[in-house]
C-alpha cells in the first residue's frame, strides 16, 4: 500500500510516498481503507524528530487520525461490517492506504458527512470534547480558547457555542476571529505579539461582568498560560492542551493558590488504548449526534493529495491556516 | 473577653491582649469558650497586613482554628449540649476567649485529646486530608509532602502513612526529617539551600522505582513547585497549598504537558461556609477516628499562653519549629 514515510528527521522535503507492506488487523482489531486523513502539530514535530511514536504503533509513517471503510475485521472484531464508514484517532500511521484500529476506538461516520469533513473530525473533535469533559465544563460558563482558528480551537468553540457556553478566543490576527464567529465565538482577542496578553485579564473582566474565565483552553502554552492564570474566575480551570508558543514559562503561584485553580495538562496520543477507547466512546455518545444534526462541523483549511504530503506540511507550518488541513488518498477507488 | 488584637500592621510588637464584645452565637451557630489554639502562618501574614480577614470574619483579631467547651446555643443550633468539647475552623477570631461557629462546622474532640492537643488538630489536619481528598490518593501512592516539618505536613505524612500510603518529605534540616520518620516519614529530601532542588527529580526517581511522585502536597511554592513539576509520575497531582518560598516561578509546560499532570491550587480559609461544613464533615468522618485511636496524632512544637502571643509569633517566624505553636487561654477555668 500507499503511504507516508519519514525518511530522516529533517524538513518537509524528508517525506516520502512509500510502497509498504499493508497492516493486518488483530483480533480486536478492523482493517480499514482510508479515505481521508488529516494533518495535526505531532505530525510535523514527529517530522523533525521531536516527538517519536508511542510504542506500538508505526514509528515512522505519521498519521493520527482517519475516516474511511471497514476492509477488514479481525477474528473477534464482530462490532462493524465490510464497508461501515469509521472514523477514529491512532498513535500513527494514519497517512496511508490503510490503518488497523481497535473495534471499539472508532465511530460511526454519520450519513451527512462527506469524506473529506470525515478526515477533519476525530481528533479535533475528540480532543476538545475530552478537555470541556476534564473542565467540567457547564451549560453558562465562560470559555476562552487560545488559537481559535486552529482545529481544536475551532471544534472546542463550536461544542462550547452548541451546549450552551460562551466561548471567547485568542488568535494573531483579526481575520480569523471574524471568521471564528461563524462557528460561534462571542468575542475574540487579537495577539499580534506576546506583549498583548498583558491585556488579557482587562479583556476577561470585561466579556464575563468581572467574574473572569472558568475554563481556558490553551493550545500555546508559554506566554498565553501565564495570561490565562491572571485571568481566571475562582475554581476556574485551565487544560493545557499545546505548547507551540513555549515550554519555559514564568507563572505566579499566588494567583493559582487565591483563585484556587485547577490545570491539567493533556494529550490524547500517548493514551493506553482504554482511555482512547474511552475518550472514543464519550466522543461517539455525545458529539457524533452534533455532527450529524450540522450544529457543528468540520473546517476545512485545505485539501491535499496523500502525494503532495510535502506541501501540506508547508501549509500547516505556514501558521497560516484555518482550520485542518485534509489530506485525500487518491488512489482508494482503485483499492477497493 | 481577652483576645488578641491585631493593632496596626507590623512585628509582633503590634499584637495586644485587649478587653472586647463577647460575640453573640448567630441562629445556626455556638459560641465556644476556648481552651486551647494554634498559629498559622496566615496569621503572621495578616498581621503584616498582607492578608485581609475574609468577609464575615472578625477583622482584626486572627486564628483560624480552636478547641474548646460549647458555651451557648444559637436559637436553632440544636446539634450540640453546653460543655460538649468541639473543635474546628473559623475566617478569623479564634485568638480569643470566645469565638462563633457553625454548627456544622465543628467536630468532637475524641476522648482521648487533650485539650493542648485538640488546638493543634483543626486547621493542618482538616488541610491535609482535603487536599489528599482533591489529589484522589489512594493506597500505596507515592506523596512527597515539601516542608514536613511544619504542622501540616506533619499532619499529611501521618495521614499517607495510616491510610497506606508511602510518604516523603522535603525539610531545610536534617534534624527535621529524622524527627518526621517518627511520625510516618519514610524516607527525606534535604534541602539546605534551593539549589539543591535540583536534584529532587533524582531522588523521586530513586524512592518509587522510577515511577516519579503521585501526589505533591506542596506547602512551599516557588522553586519547590518548579522541582515538583519535574518529578512526577505519569497523571500525577500536585496540590498547591502555600506560598511561602515564593510566588513567580518558572514553570515547565511540557512536563505538564507530557506527564499529564494535575495541579490543584487550594486554600481553606477563603472557603464559602458550605465548602469549609464539608470539609469538617469529611474530617469528622474520616480523621477524627484515627486520633482517637491514636494512630495519627497532633504534634506540637510549643506552648505559649494567650498573654504571650508575641513570643508565639516570633516563634513561627523562626522557621525553627516541629509542628505547631499552641496557644491556650489561662483565664479559661475563671471563666466557666
Do not use: C
Not at 158 to 174: D, E, K, M, W, Y
Request: hydrophobic share 45%; no cysteine.
Amino acid at each position: 500500500m500507499k503511504a507516508v514515510v519519514i525518511t530522516r528527521s529533517g524538513g518537509p522535503e524528508v517525506l516520502e510516498i512509500q510502497d509498504v507492506p499493508k497492516p493486518q488487523p488483530g483480533p480486536e482489531e478492523v482493517l480499514v481503507n482510508v479515505r481521508n486523513t488529516a494533518l495535526n502539530r505531532a505530525d510535523l514535530l514527529q517530522r523533525l524528530g521531536r516527538y517519536p511514536a508511542p510504542p506500538g504503533a508505526p514509528q515512522n509513517i505519521p498519521g493520527l487520525e482517519f475516516a474511511g471503510e471497514v476492509a477488514e475485521l479481525g477474528m473477534n472484531a464482530h462490532r462493524w461490517q465490510k464497508g461501515d464508514r469509521v472514523m477514529g484517532i491512532v498513535g500513527g500511521g494514519a497517512h496511508a492506504e490503510f490503518v488497523t484500529a481497535h473495534q471499539d476506538a472508532v465511530a460511526a461516520v454519520p450519513p451527512n458527512l462527506e469524506w473529506s469533513g470525515a478526515g477533519a473530525v476525530p481528533e479535533v473533535f475528540i480532543t476538545a470534547h475530552d478537555a470541556l469533559q476534564q473542565a467540567g465544563f457547564k451549560a453558562g460558563e465562560n470559555v476562552m480558547v487560545h488559537a481559535v482558528g486552529s482545529g481544536v480551537g475551532l471544534a472546542a468553540t463550536q461544542l462550547v457555542s452548541a451546549l450552551g457556553g460562551r466561548a471567547f478566543g485568542t488568535s494573531r490576527t483579526p481575520d480569523k476571529i471574524e471568521r471564528a464567529k461563524e462557528f460561534g465565538l462571542e468575542s475574540g482577542f487579537e495577539v499580534p505579539e506576546p506583549i498583548a496578553l498583558s491585556r488579557l485579564s482587562a479583556f476577561a473582566e470585561s466579556v464575563t461582568g468581572g467574574r473572569g474565565f472558568d475554563i481556558v483552553l490553551d493550545l500555546n502554552g508559554g506566554p498565553y498560560f501565564s495570561a490565562s492564570v491572571e485571568s481566571m474566575a475562582l475554581r476556574g480551570r485551565i487544560i493545557l492542551i499545546g505548547g507551540v508558543a513555549g515550554g519555559m514559562t514564568n507563572v505566579d503561584l499566588y494567583q493559582i493558590l487565591g483563585r484556587r485553580l485547577h490545570i491539567i495538562g493533556t494529550v490524547l496520543r500517548a493514551r493506553s488504548l482504554q482511555e482512547k477507547i474511552a475518550a472514543t466512546t464519550a466522543f461517539a455518545r455525545e458529539v457524533v449526534p452534533l455532527l450529524a444534526q450540522g450544529s457543528v462541523q468540520p473546517v476545512i483549511d485545505s485539501i491535499f493529495s496523500l502525494e503532495k504530503i510535502q506541501d501540506a506540511h508547508r501549509r500547516l507550518e505556514s501558521n497560516e491556516t484555518f482550520g485542518k488541513v485534509v489530506l485525500t488518498i487518491s488512489g482508494f477507488a482503485r483499492k477497493v
